[in-house]
């Protein structure tokens, strides 16, 4: 190959990856809109329908659950055979039902299969499907060194707008104010809604290029490494999944969804007011992910994840001792700002200490079971809920975090990535 056509196929390969980024932000903002109103909607929902706190609870974890098997399942036996993109179209179309069956069931075990197969997502935080294969598209259509900031400007996008969808989720009392539609259908219009965001994607990953997964395999091959489930970076990765598992089950029983729960019945919150709360909490946490990464420049990225997850832990402990709301919104706006750092962070670490072939399959292992824990907590949340409005959840999820922060420092604060400055050229690697 000649050198200009060198430099021509460079310069095509430059502008596909560029695509490739744009699509993905718009697809993670359009999904971020349905799951910030749902989140915020789905307990005041299930609670007009006549279910109570434990009910709310195991709808939850089903949601969880359900989406750990789906992705776990496609991160060992599919991503890296098929392309993302014909993945991604499949789970929007999962998208399109999910959303559907919710705005015409009312009873709770057709609640609950739905809820475990479906994509709802009853977290400010994307645990669904799509999120493995977004995060190994994006890994594969950047140089290492704009990582971090592409996860970030990718997280920032997503908490922006899912906080206007929980903005949005006063739609449907002001719709009921206006036009004396009930609640019940106002919100069922909503889950309609978000069945019309999934539809809105599937363009979207049909202009994905199908030359990332060509270039990564080629990378992988490279470094003698075939695509493949898991392979030379499963002992790293499965260490990883361990401890990003015990954060998410701590992080279970303050699932946003459980949260708003709290607030109702606490301070006895409108939906409207909720929806600004939430609002709030994400734009605090969208705007974190950009400070993240200066952090991480600094002082790097396991010290970034630490070392502003611990305070954040902190005010979710001391919430339910919060005298009055204004003190309980304080905290929470304060917990906003911190705990989120971890996420742009945490998903360029696991990046950057596999192997390009095992990018797809890392994203699924440490995101799957993350949300299998995240699933057991939400029915003992609202267990504990219906027992007392106290907020024990927020206290044991703090607890449970916070062991996690001290276990992964001790863990891996002499594991770095090959980008940091005196960082390690290869993460460790069984055989």
């Not at 975090?401 to 420092?409: E, F, G, R």
Request: hydrophobic share 55%; with cysteine.
């Amino acid at each position: 190959m000649s050198a200009q056509s060198a430099m021509t196929a460079d310069a095509a390969d430059e502008r596909s990856a560029r695509s490739d980024t744009r699509i993905l932000y718009v697809a993670r903002g359009l999904r971020a809109f349905g799951d910030g109103f749902v989140s915020v909607l789905l307990p005041a929902y299930l609670v007009e329908l006549g279910f109570d706190s434990f009910a709310i609870g195991s709808i939850t974890t089903a949601m969880l659950f359900g989406s750990a098997i789906v992705v776990l399942g496609v991160g060992m036996g599919a991503a890296h055979r098929l392309p993302k993109r014909t993945l991604l179209i499949a789970a929007s179309v999962l998208m399109i039902a999910s959303g559907a069956a919710f705005a015409v069931e009312a009873d709770f075990w057709p609640l609950l299969v739905i809820a475990f197969v479906g994509t709802l997502n009853p977290s400010a935080g994307d645990v669904s499907v799509f999120l493995p294969l977004e995060q190994a598209a994006l890994a594969d259509a950047v140089p290492s060194r704009k990582r971090t900031d592409v996860f970030a400007s990718y997280n920032l996008i997503g908490s922006l707008v899912g906080a206007l969808g929980a903005l949005c989720s006063a739609a449907p009392e002001i719709a009921g104010a206006l036009t004396g539609i009930t609640l019940t259908h106002a919100v069922q219009a909503m889950f309609v809604a978000y069945a019309c965001l999934g539809a809105a994607t599937i363009p979207l990953y049909r202009g994905l290029s199908v030359t990332r997964d060509a270039e990564a395999d080629a990378a992988a091959a490279a470094t003698a490494v075939a695509p493949q489930a898991l392979g030379p970076s499963k002992r790293i990765v499965y260490t990883l999944a361990g401890l990003f598992s015990l954060d998410a089950f701590g992080g279970g029983f303050i699932v946003q969804s459980l949260l708003a729960l709290w607030l109702f019945e606490r301070f006895g919150l409108s939906l409207a007011a909720a929806g600004s709360v939430f609002f709030w909490t994400g734009v605090l946490s969208a705007f974190s992910y950009p400070v993240a990464v200066r952090i991480a420049r600094r002082i790097g990225l396991i010290n970034t994840m630490v070392f502003t997850h611990l305070p954040s832990n902190l005010c979710l402990m001391l919430l339910p001792l919060a005298p009055s709301l204004g003190w309980a919104l304080a905290l929470l706006f304060v917990r906003s700002a911190l705990s989120q750092m971890d996420v742009p962070t945490r998903t360029s670490y696991v990046m950057a200490v596999v192997t390009p072939g095992e990018r797809a399959a890392a994203a699924s292992v440490t995101s799957a079971p993350r949300s299998v824990a995240a699933a057991a907590s939400p029915m003992l949340a609202g267990y504990l809920l219906g027992l007392t409005s106290f907020g024990w959840p927020l206290i044991i999820g703090g607890c449970l975090k916070a062991t996690y922060d001290v276990l992964l420092l001790v863990m891996f604060r002499k594991v770095h990535p090959p980008e940091e400055r005196g960082g390690i050229a290869e993460p460790a690697r069984d055989g």
